[in-house]
């Protein structure tokens, strides 16, 4: 089975075409998203056409919770921006979207962690720096999931950790490369580059995973983040840089 993962595209389009295209060149017909597609001040409408179109088997993440559970006003000037975007069918879509796929009986996949969507699974966060979960840690909060091999997201940052029972992988963002959050404790994440992120997963013999980086006019959905009145997600798109 060779499959793509994608996760925290965030309403940028642009990178999700350059992504589906090198996914397409490499002969991959299975596409699997982790969540967080449509927030942010991007093209939230052309996301989720391009989700549609292209078939990609999705997740809800907590940006995708946040939409339907404020789809009424109840939030930022962002979420105001994504709610006047979406139509009927993408919050339709969004509402009915899991929190947890299983593929197979050897592979889960989720947002952040099992039990919290809001919660990385991997990263350590420490003041002043963000660091890696102990392997024993990290089976500790996987205790009950069955499946060997684990795919998460949230952090944006492309990720594989072997423990004693687990091996886990975080493809990375396709559409933010960067960003800061001040929960639950002031943070950055950084990839110090603009380049689009996912991986793919080759297990027909033995696994295999390959982080692929792809290169695309970054310069439009920055624009457009700038039009939206976001300077933070035009840098954080330009820079990978928070």
Partial sequence: MRIAITSDIHGNSWALEAVLSDIGQKGITSIYD?????????????????????????????????????????GNQTLGFVLQELNADAINWLTELPKIRRINDSIILFHGTPANDMEYLVEQ????????????TLDGILKGIAEHIVFCGHSHSPRVVKTEKK????????????????????????????????CILDNTDNIKIEHI???????KPANRAKKNNRPDWAKWIETGIA
């Fill in 167 to 198: 091996l886990i992988i975080n493809p990375g963002s396709v559409g933010l490369p960067a960003y800061d959050d001040e929960l639950p404790i002031p943070h950055r994440m950084e990839n110090f580059s603009p380049l689009a992120r996912y």
């Fill in 125 to 136: 966060l420490n003041p002043g720096y963000v660091g890696i979960k102990g392997t024993h």
């Fill in 34 to 74: 982790l969540g967080d597609s449509l927030y942010g001040p991007l093209d939230p409408k052309g996301t989720f056409d391009l989700i549609s179109k292209n078939n990609i088997i999705s997740l809800c993440g907590n940006q995708d919770r946040n939409i339907v559970e404020n789809q009424h006003g109840n």
């Fill in 213 to 219: 980086a792809v290169s695309y006019d970054f310069m």
